[in-house]
Nanobody
């Protein structure tokens, strides 16, 4: 089992920055992907960014050049640095640790979510 706890959300003006953190406890043996998803009101949950065990990263087009995902292997943590935030970035952000990028797989863990609100 893996337990995830997010922090770092909040209210920020457009153009501002936030850094989300996801602290993990438990065994990382089966974890190959660490990612950040978000869900805005009335919309489906979407992948924002993820990072594979080997270090390769993925970013949604909407956040490329503004967001950066990073990990701290010593702390089993994943971070999301969000710069130049826009009102459309407003959502609940979730971290996910999983064995693969696919959904509904064994070893698939989610945090409780942290609210990010960007005012115009």
């Amino acid at each position: 089992q893996v337990q995830l706890v997010e922090s770092g959300g909040g209210l920020v003006q457009a153009g501002g920055s936030l850094r989300l953190s996801c602290a993990a406890s438990g065994s990382m043996l089966s974890i190959n992907v660490r990612g950040w998803y978000r869900q805005a009101p009335g919309k489906q949950r979407e992948l924002v960014a993820d990072i594979l065990r080997g270090g390769s990263t993925y970013y949604a087009d909407s956040v490329k050049g503004r967001f950066t995902i990073s990990i701290d292997n010593g702390e089993n943590a994943v971070y999301l640095q969000m710069n130049n935030l826009k009102p459309e970035d407003t959502a609940v952000y979730y971290c996910r640790y999983s064995s693969t990028r696919a959904m509904n797989v064994p070893y698939d863990y989610w945090g409780q979510g942290t609210q990010v609100t960007v005012s115009s």
